[in-house]
């Protein structure tokens, strides 16, 4: 018989006491092959394919929930078809011009000190930047930005997206006088986030999607031309530089480029 006049410890172990565990809400994601299975939900896709294999996770740059191509740090939120996407993927060709455009746009902006960045968008055979500075470019810079973007790719800062509110990015902008970011925020959809992509200490106001890393651009790239164009296309608006560039996955792929032009 329990010793009922023993002092109470003051520490209770009944089951009573014990709170339910609350559920993890699961997501389930089919594989290429058909294969399906449960995750919590809010994974990431690195987070998948490091659980697969480190080498898978070292190799892949993207993933496609459902076919829609997204960054490899995205949280998964629903059921989704995943694929992961490497830089031999056609799918990721795009992903490297977009990312060379952000690196051309931070080279630029570390030799010409207060030149202003406004669109890089990629296009068809490659991509371009456009610049607003006093002093337009000309193909003689090309040398030295070339040689700075390597040395920034060299550096294989991580891509990273941060979600900023409209007036913090307009805010933060206007103080480094980017005056052509702020215009683009305010033509910004109400209803659109505003994502931010930083690549070190460097950073740009993007949709995304991005590669994991600013190193697998790779040096198969190429300034091509310069040209004038006004902001926005608006002749009354200021004229701006843009420089077009072309970049590959493989040397061979733009010597095969440059030698059919």
């Not at 010793?3 to 410890?9: E, G």
């Not at 006491?17 to 995750?39: C, Q």
């Not at 077009?244 to 059919?260: E, H, I």
């Amino acid at each position: 018989m329990p010793d009922k006049s023993a002092p109470d410890s003051g520490f209770h172990f009944g089951l009573a006491n014990l709170k339910p565990a609350v559920p993890v809400e699961k997501i389930t994601v089919t594989f290429p092959d058909g294969a399906t299975r449960e995750f919590p939900k809010g994974t990431t896709g690195l987070d998948i394919a490091k659980g697969i294999s480190p080498s898978l996770a070292k190799r892949t740059v993207a993933m496609a929930l459902d076919g829609v191509v997204s960054d490899l740090s995205d949280p998964i939120e629903q059921d989704a078809k995943i694929e992961f996407i490497n830089r031999e993927d056609p799918r990721a060709l795009e992903l490297i011009r977009h990312d060379a455009a952000h690196v051309l746009a931070e080279a630029v902006q570390a030799l010409w000190p207060g030149t202003q960045v406004t669109i890089g968008p990629v296009i068809e055979n490659g991509f371009y930047y456009d610049f607003f500075r006093n002093q337009p470019f000309t193909p003689d810079d090309f040398p030295a930005i070339e040689k700075k973007m390597r040395e920034i790719i060299a550096k294989d800062a991580p891509f990273t997206k941060e979600v900023w509110t409209r007036n913090e990015t307009k805010k933060v902008f206007s103080d480094n006088g980017e005056m052509f970011k702020v215009e683009l925020v305010d033509a910004i959809p109400k209803d659109q986030s505003i994502k931010i992509y930083k690549q070190g200490n460097w950073f740009d106001l993007c949709r995304g999607p991005h590669m994991t890393s600013v190193g697998k651009v790779g040096n198969a790239f190429k300034l091509m031309k310069v040209a004038g164009a006004y902001w926005r296309g608006d002749s009354n608006n200021p004229m701006l530089t843009r420089i077009y560039a072309t970049a590959f996955a493989k040397q061979d792929d733009l010597d095969a480029y440059l030698k059919q032009l």
